[in-house]
């Protein structure tokens, strides 16, 4: 299978799944990562992609006139690689109709908080602060809504009374790297149904 990631920071998940990959070969995982896009330029995320030797795209919401177009321009830049999967991995921007039309259904993003719980963009932020006693990773199917998508898989981590922002998230991403490691390889090798809230993977 062929995944397209994207990124919009340090990229550790990105490089979770190519460490993950160049181990066990792209056969036995079940699939390979044939290029990476990101929304910004500049980010350690694309450096990692260069590193691996992957080409890489880069759409911009500033250089067009609307978010529509920056939509489609993402959707076609992707679709340029034919993936089977695209993983989100820190992509900081909602996706719109275009992204969804093409997309749905193959399109997977993981979340530093145990979804419904603390969606957006400060989920780690939002747990701390709100006296969570714990909270985690949720790797989930993109749907229309903001980290409202088909949960896959859960992971949970506990909060420390030490902890801040970083501390915590550093810890979340621990396990999440190994989720999502261990989600993406079982979607592309598997197979899987989306029955309405439900992921059934073969
Ligand atoms: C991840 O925790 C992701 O869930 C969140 O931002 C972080 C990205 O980390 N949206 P990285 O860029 O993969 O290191």
Redesign the pocket.
Known sequence: KRLVVL??????????LLDAIATVGSEAYGAEIVAVGADRDG???LARAERAGLPTFVCKVRDHGSREEWDAALAEATAAHEPDLVV?????KIVGKEFLARFGGRFV????ALLPSFPG?H??RDALAYGARVTG?TVHFVDDGVDTGPIIAQGVVEIRDEDDESAL?ER??EV??RLLVEVVGRLARNGYRIEGRKVVIQ
Request: with cysteine.
């Open positions: 990124v919009s920071g340090s990229g550790t998940n990105l490089q979770a980010i350690e995320g989100s991995a820190g992509f900081m993003n993981t979340h530093p963009a989920g780690v990773c998230h979340i991403k999440e790297r």
